[in-house]
């Protein structure tokens, strides 16, 4: 009940780089403890720990040598 449903983009850009943006949910979206503003691209890195409205937790691992 704490996450919107349409409420953050994850996208992987050109140069292998992750972000992550709020997309005007109710109950936010924090990396590192730190609420993210609206509408706003953030560059995601492996390990960041990412929140969901109250309670949805997670991890990001990410390796761009893996892709092949």
Do not use: M, Q, W
Not at 34 to 47: A, P
């Amino acid at each position: 009940p704490t996450v919107s449903s349409r409420h953050a983009l994850i996208r992987l850009s050109g140069d292998d780089s992750l972000t992550l943006t709020d997309l005007g949910s109710t109950n936010g979206t924090y990396v590192n403890g730190k609420e993210l503003e609206r509408n706003v691209e953030t560059i995601v890195k492996s390990s960041d720990v990412v929140v969901f409205g109250d309670d949805h937790l997670a991890s990001f691992i990410y390796d761009a040598s893996l892709e092949d």
